[in-house]
């Protein structure tokens, strides 16, 4: 069966992203410096439609990440915009401009139904108000035997964790200090519900620890 594989950027005290998260910094205080080890690579950057970079030890984890993916799943938070039912008459269409880096299906967990999403390079939004089981359903269908990536947020990932749905999990630990702002693991209990550590690459910035279910 396709694997739900999930890659996140955490801090070493447990958060992955800062305290005031909004729609004009959505990953909070400090929330940025998580990210600062992956932003000069190569393949980050041709995924963004950018030019130029560097290659490293993160750079084959990356380069990793990116193969065999389907479709994507991620909480309303990571999707972005305001709280509460959508606006009609201002829609929000996501952070990543009218060519999002998915170039496939994604479904986005929420509470308030809406049509999907149409975007440039092939990324459709599709919006799941069912729960966690039927966006992952839906993903595997869309997915056409590929496997599924989680991108988050904290809380569609403590939810997919607790519930031992997660196959494979990327910590990129970063050797940084965020003080307060959103945990990973809040809510997810004192096991890692089946996923066992079989990789640790240390790279400039960054230490990336891979886990896949036993």
């Known amino acids: 069966m396709p694997k739900l594989r999930f890659k996140i950027s955490m801090s070493l005290d447990g958060f992955i992203a800062g305290p005031s998260q909004s729609v004009d910094n959505p990953l909070g205080i400090g929330g940025m410096r998580l990210h600062e080890w992956v932003v000069p690579l190569v393949s980050w950057r041709a995924m963004h439609g950018m030019e130029g970079g560097e290659v490293n030890e993160s750079s084959p984890v990356v380069e990793e990440s990116l193969v065999n993916i389907g479709a994507t799943v991620m909480g309303r938070n990571m999707f972005g915009g305001h709280p509460g039912p959508w606006d009609?008459?201002?829609?929000?269409?996501?952070?990543?401009?009218?060519?999002?880096?998915?170039?496939?299906?994604?479904?986005?967990?929420?509470?308030?139904?809406?049509?999907?999403?149409?975007?440039?390079?092939?990324?459709?939004?599709?919006?799941?108000?069912?729960?966690?089981?039927?966006?992952?359903?839906?993903?595997?269908?869309?997915?056409?035997?590929?496997?599924?990536?989680?991108?988050?947020?904290?809380?569609?990932?403590?939810?997919?964790?607790?519930?031992?749905?997660?196959?494979?999990?990327?910590?990129?630990?970063?050797?940084?200090?965020?003080?307060?702002?959103?945990?990973?693991?809040?809510?997810?209990?004192?096991?890692?519900?089946?996923?066992?550590?079989?990789?640790?690459?240390?790279?400039?910035?960054?230490?990336?620890?891979?886990?896949?279910?036993?």
């Open 88 to 214: 009609s008459k201002d829609p929000w269409n996501g952070w990543w401009g009218d060519n999002p880096p998915f170039h496939h299906p994604v479904f986005v967990l929420t509470r308030y139904a809406r049509e999907p999403l149409e975007m440039e390079g092939g990324t459709t939004f599709r919006f799941v108000t069912e729960g966690i089981e039927a966006a992952l359903e839906q993903a595997r269908r869309a997915a056409g035997g590929q496997d599924v990536s989680l991108a988050g947020g904290a809380k569609a990932a403590q939810q997919y964790l607790a519930a031992g749905l997660v196959d494979e999990m990327e910590i990129n630990l970063v050797p940084v200090l965020l003080g307060s702002g959103e945990r990973l693991f809040d809510g997810v209990g004192d096991n890692l519900h089946g996923l066992d550590l079989v990789r640790t690459v240390a790279a400039p910035k960054v230490t990336h620890l891979k886990f896949v279910r036993s």
